[in-house]
């Protein structure tokens, strides 16, 4: 069998996760497939799928792992044996949808872009979405990246904010 593109296995993984994902009430934020050829690892970031409920618990991530082995088993995405880790998203929640942008707008985030020349790497606080760029400001300047450029983006926790104990 071709070896198959890291990009292109990540992308089969999230799409069969993403198609699950709703009947568990789930939202996989993100997945990743690190590591080497011969040993990959596939990480999975869930969180509940209502944004009002409270951030996703170890038990209840341990409890979701079985069917999102048995999804990924089922595709059969990686040639040989690979580890599983799935997890709660974290303090650095990792940012890719549209939908992401809007919802975080207001948090400090630090992003990456796959821009070819000029700047690649922005910190800043996010503004949101308009018209399919990402709008950050960044020392006091409005800017603004198409969302296909957007390679990374994830939350930079501030700890030095009071903490209310509520999500955002």
Do not use: Y
Not at 4 to 17: C, F, K, M, S
Not at 113 to 134: I, K, S
Request: hydrophobic share 35%; with cysteine; aromatic share 4%.
């Amino acid at each position: 069998m071709p070896a198959v593109p890291e990009h292109d296995t990540r992308q089969r993984i999230l799409d069969a996760l993403e198609a699950a994902a709703p009947e568990h009430g789930i939202d996989i934020v993100d997945v990743e497939v690190v590591g080497s050829k011969k040993n990959p690892c596939v990480r999975v970031r869930i969180d509940h799928a209502d944004e009002e409920a409270a951030p996703i618990s170890l038990d209840e991530v341990a409890a979701e792992t079985e069917w999102i082995s048995a999804a990924i088993d089922e595709l059969d995405p990686i040639e040989g044996s690979f580890t599983l880790e799935v997890s709660s998203p974290g303090l650095s929640r990792p940012l890719r949808r549209p939908h992401d942008f809007e919802r975080f707008a207001g948090e400090d985030v630090s992003l990456g872009t796959t821009a070819t020349e000029g700047r690649r790497h922005f910190t800043g606080r996010l503004e949101g979405l308009d018209g399919g760029n990402v709008v950050l400001t960044v020392d006091g300047e409005r800017v603004s990246i198409p969302l296909d450029q957007v390679k990374s983006c994830k939350i930079k926790p501030n700890f030095d904010a009071p903490s209310n104990g509520a999500k955002s």
